[in-house]
């Protein structure tokens, strides 16, 4: 059974970075987009940042120049380096990946549990 594993929320100061990382484990034959979104209070669920099996990657305006997703394909992990980080950051952030487990014949969403990135002084 695939599963994605959250890691690297907490409380940070404002001007502070966190890096967070999503693990992939289980039978997996293919992994391809890597997301990670976030949800603040009262909010809707936003895309954050994305990132394509080729590593091209996109981001959400506000995080533009603040963020970088990256991913190592050895180790079936993605990360969201996040700096100068502020209180409107604060969120429970959420991994997403597009993969094809062994012995299947597509690929399917998978979610994470979700870390909370709390930006307060």
């Known amino acids: 059974q695939v599963q994605l594993v959250e890691s690297g929320g907490g409380l940070v100061q404002p001007g502070g970075s966190l890096r967070l990382s999503c693990a992939a484990s289980g039978s997996i034959f293919d992994i391809y987009p890597v997301g990670w979104y976030r949800q603040a209070p009262g909010k809707q669920r936003e895309l954050v940042a994305r990132i394509g099996s080729s590593g091209s990657t996109n981001y959400e305006d506000s995080v533009k120049g603040r963020f970088s997703i990256s991913r190592d394909n050895a180790k079936n992990t993605a990360y969201l380096q996040m700096n100068s980080l502020k209180p409107e950051d604060t969120a429970v952030y959420f991994c997403?990946?597009?993969?094809?487990?062994?012995?299947?014949?597509?690929?399917?969403?998978?979610w994470g549990q979700g870390t909370q990135v709390t930006v307060s002084s």
């Open positions: 997403y990946a597009y993969i094809r487990a062994a012995g299947t014949s597509f690929p399917r969403d998978y």
